[in-house]
């Protein structure tokens, strides 16, 4: 009997290459046609091979006699509730792209982005062999500089996958992304990378294909929204900490500022400094169209947070 095993350096090469093509093309992409529908007795999500690939538990994390029980208490609710987010057709915010883009082209380090070069590493002192002190000091600023770098690999690296799906999703008129639900019933995006669930960079690069328009109601919530993203003013002035009509009087008053930030981002930097700056610069985009066009059709996702999360 004979028994084949790889080399341990074919092993590495392979593994290698592996997280090499990962980066470069994510195995779990958005999808550019609606997803598969769950049921009862069929997994959904993913189509082809990736459909089974992935499992057949809508419930992640559970054996199926406990998935099919999920399913089995209130079935219409949850799947309805799943298949209608996986229907939902999202596209880029090319704009967003665009910006992202030219920043990073700078080198950086601004609006949230990771700077493109390491830190420094302190230079070695002269007396280093004849003082203490000296040397104490020396190795705990570059291990503080090792760290750092360390951490901002980790950030360019999320940073660039984040921003290669979104590029590739840039040219499809309509994306779409598959979901699951862990044992607790939450609701998970199951691809990775550029998802509505992710980071400000992730957020800021979606909006909804299909668009609606902007009546009194519907300006009000997109003013707070544009107050919940930027948070702290440049005055200094938390507009989460004023009442939901003095965050939209805030936001009409300096509507001047907000459309100098979206007719020119990287000139009127003053949005860099907000508490999710791409996605209020995304707002700031939109502001800029309604101003333009009353009858202007909006796809910005309108973020409404809990008030009492915990309870769940």
């Given at each position: ?63 199926t006699v406990r998935d099919h029980a999920l399913k089995q208490q209130s079935p ?156 702290m003013t440049p005055q200094g002035d938390k507009l989460s900490m004023l009442t ?69």
């Amino acid at each position: 009997r004979i028994t084949l095993a790889l080399a341990p350096d074919k092993a590495e090469y392979i593994r290698a290459y592996n997280a090499n093509l990962e980066m470069n093309q994510p195995c779990l992409m958005p999808l550019v046609i609606p997803p598969t529908d769950w049921t009862v007795d069929m997994p959904g999500g993913y189509h082809h091979a990736l459909r089974c690939a992935l499992g057949r538990h809508l419930f992640c994390g559970v054996s199926t006699v406990r998935d099919h029980a999920l399913k089995q208490q209130s079935p219409e609710d949850i799947l309805a509730t799943v298949n209608t987010l996986q229907r939902t057709p999202w596209k880029i915010n090319t704009e967003i792209l665009t910006v992202v883009e030219q920043i990073d082209a700078l080198g950086g380090g601004r609006a949230g982005l990771p700077q493109a070069q390491n830190y420094t590493m302190p230079s070695r002192p002269e007396s280093i062999d004849t003082d203490p002190e000296v040397l104490r000091k020396w190795k705990r600023a570059t291990h503080a500089a090792t760290q750092q770098n360390v951490r901002l690999t980790a950030e360019r690296l999320s940073f660039m996958k984040t921003y290669d799906v979104a590029e590739r999703m840039a040219q499809h008129r309509a994306i779409y992304f598959p979901y699951a639900a862990d044992f607790r019933g939450r609701l998970y995006v199951i691809s990775s990378h550029l998802t509505p669930q992710g980071d400000d960079l992730s957020r800021a690069c979606l909006l909804f294909a299909e668009g609606k328009p902007v009546d009194a109601e519907a300006r009000r919530w997109l003013a707070l929204h544009g107050a919940a993203m930027l948070d702290m003013t440049p005055q200094g002035d938390k507009l989460s900490m004023l009442t939901l009509a003095e965050r939209i009087a805030w936001i009409d008053a300096n509507s001047t500022r907000i459309l100098s930030a979206a007719n020119d981002p990287l000139g009127d930097r003053w949005w860099m400094d907000a508490d999710k700056p791409l996605q209020f610069l995304a707002f700031c985009f939109e502001w800029r169209n309604l101003a333009q066009d009353s009858a202007y059709i909006c796809c910005l996702p309108v973020s409404i947070d809990g008030t009492c999360n915990g309870l769940q």
